[in-house]
């Protein structure tokens, strides 16, 4: 029988014939001493009992040992890639419990093995999107290099080709400088160095960050709230999120445009706004902004490269705060973020 290729319960049933033949010895051995006779009906009730005791030992190993193969078998077949078997553990006892954790040990790594082919479907997908962004500005560069190397051309026209060189270099930087900061803040290798911050003076330095664009396209920034609220932050970081979020708001609204920045504290917290009249964001990509290299078929950019937003979100989220989003057709985008104020950090 299988259960006797076990030596320990090989050991157990000869420890139990042994202890029992002894006990019939002793037993009969004292009937002797007592009456110098031995008693049949004596032995045939140890005989009886021995044998009840062992059947219902090799009854319940042989049980055991069932269920133990069926164990087994739901392991062997996890094994050769079946990730929705699992063993049988409704009964209690310490066996069922053994169960139980390797079930839950199942469960563990197919879910380990799912974000690692999502994590892998996500790499995949942005190596293509780089590929691609990087296609455009590398064959314009290729093309513009062809015209500069013809030596019959003007030379503002030299300087013209040399301008749009220039612009195409400054995208693939932009994209690189910014996939290797979601990629640092996703990895979690950036410390952020928070201080208290003034808010109005943060908002100050992005209003003149975007001075010049602003009286180029004849839109206007301006400035809400008070000269007394402070931020418990990473000052360079968070600029460069609402910065990337301000340059948002300029790439989706025409001349005469105005785009808002307000701010205030909270009772738990502080708020910050961003607000624009410009074109809006329709109902099919307001849940998919976020998303990296995501652009839209309704927008009229040529120039993003779906990094902005992401990068800020992460810049935001690694702050504990949070962003939302809020937007109507033709009437404008409003991109509201939320930060604990310092007391509550």
């Not at 030992?57 to 062997?76: D, L």
């Not at 500069?148 to 400088?177: C, H, N, W, Y």
């Not at 996939?179 to 803040?185: E, N, S, V």
Request: charged share 25%.
């Amino acid at each position: 029988m299988k259960i006797f290729a076990n030596k320990e319960i090989k050991k157990l049933f000869l420890v139990v014939s042994v202890i029992l033949g002894a006990a019939l010895l002793l037993t009969q051995g004292f009937l002797w001493l007592c009456n110098q006779r031995f008693s049949l009906f004596l032995l045939l009730i140890f005989l009886l009992a021995g044998g009840a005791i062992l059947a219902a030992c090799c009854s319940y190993f042989k049980k055991q040992n069932q269920v133990m193969e069926q164990a087994v078998s739901q392991i062997h077949a996890y094994l050769d890639g079946d990730r929705n078997a699992r063993i049988e553990c409704d009964d209690e006892g310490e066996l069922y419990r053994l169960f139980h954790s390797v079930n839950s040990l199942a469960a563990v790594l197919n879910a380990h093995a799912d974000n690692e082919l999502r994590e892998k479907e996500f790499l995949k997908n942005t190596i293509s999107d780089i590929s691609h962004q990087l296609k455009t500005p590398l064959a314009a560069l290729n093309i513009y290099n062809g015209l500069l190397q013809d030596g019959d051309m003007e030379p503002g026209t030299v300087k013209e080709f040399a301008d749009l060189s220039e612009q195409e270099l400054d995208r693939i930087e932009t994209l690189v400088q910014n996939l290797l900061k979601i990629t640092r803040l996703d990895a979690g290798t950036i410390v952020l160095e928070k201080t208290i911050e003034n808010v109005a003076d943060m908002m100050r330095d992005i209003e003149l960050h975007f001075a010049y664009r602003a009286r180029q396209e004849k839109k206007e920034i301006i400035l809400f709230g008070s000269d007394h609220v402070s931020l418990f932050c990473d000052r360079d970081w968070l600029s460069e999120a609402i910065d990337n979020i301000v340059k948002n708001a300029f790439d989706h609204t025409e001349s005469g445009a105005t785009i808002r920045i307000e701010w205030k504290t909270l009772p738990s917290g502080v708020q910050i706004v961003v607000k624009d009249n410009g074109c809006g964001i329709h109902s099919e990509d307001i849940h998919h902004i976020f998303k990296r290299f995501y652009r839209s078929r309704f927008s009229k950019d040529t120039q993003g490269i779906g990094l902005g937003l992401p990068l800020a979100k992460a810049v935001i989220e690694a702050h504990k705060g949070a962003i939302e989003v809020d937007s109507e057709l033709d009437r404008g985008t409003s991109f509201t973020m939320n930060f604990l104020i310092p007391t509550k950090l």
